[in-house]
């Protein structure tokens, strides 16, 4: 699957519907549950965060660090709104959403699919996991550990149909890390502990990338539920 060749408007348009199909099929327990990936957050939480997201980029509300203070307000303004309430609203938006992205650039798309496998986690529904959109994050989110990765000696991915590398050529990367190409993605996103990392290492070290897969939070002490 070439992710240079995917159009990630429709791959938006895809999760955005994948993620509400997924939340309305879900009682009000299961969306009272736990997000592994977030722990703080309840999988209703989680929907409020996506949505509110959304509602925010179009009024020009987004800082570049999306930090906890600006997710928090999101989750709080919808506190006591239901599911289909919460659907409804994102619904709403997605037009004007995928004109943003169409004059802005396909950021969101990150935060769609990234969440997406976070909900189904919290819900015990696995889906979703080799659609063109993922790949596109999973390229953009090794990019960004490459860069985080700075002067490191290469570090080559292998998920076998997808590879990466973050300098140079793979043959001469000092460390390799081979794994499923899923778990690969949620490694990237800062979903996999650093004790999976080690233990899909199979040549080299990697313990001084380690950081570099924090880029979106510190690794989770055990590995995700649900996962």
Do not use: K
């Amino acid at each position: 699957m070439n992710a240079m060749s995917t159009d990630p408007l429709a791959e938006w348009q895809q999760a955005h519907e994948r993620v509400c199909d997924l939340v309305l099929a879900a009682d009000d327990a299961a969306m009272d549950r736990p997000v592994p990936a977030t722990p703080d957050w309840s999988a209703r939480d989680l929907l409020s965060h996506m949505v509110g997201l959304g509602a925010d980029v179009l009024a020009g509300d987004e800082p570049d660090d999306h930090n906890e203070r600006w997710t928090r307000a999101q989750v709080e303004a919808r506190r006591d709104r239901s599911t289909a309430d919460l659907v409804a609203e994102w619904r709403a938006l997605a037009p004007d959403l995928v004109g943003w992205m169409r004059e802005n650039g396909p950021r969101p798309l990150g935060d769609v699919v990234i969440h997406e496998q976070d909900l189904r986690g919290a819900l015990g529904v696995p889906g979703a996991r080799d659609t063109a959109g993922l790949a596109a994050v999973r390229e953009r989110m090794a990019g960004r550990v490459a860069d985080a990765a700075g002067d490191l000696p290469p570090l080559l991915l292998d998920g076998g149909s997808w590879t990466h590398v973050t300098s140079g050529d793979p043959a001469e990367a000092v460390t390799v890390v081979r794994a499923d190409g899923f778990d690969l993605f949620r490694a990237l996103t800062s979903r996999r502990t650093a004790d999976q990392l080690r233990a899909w290492t199979v040549r080299g070290d990697v313990a001084p990338y380690l950081d570099a897969f924090a880029a979106l939070g510190p690794l989770p002490e055990r590995p995700l539920a649900g996962e």
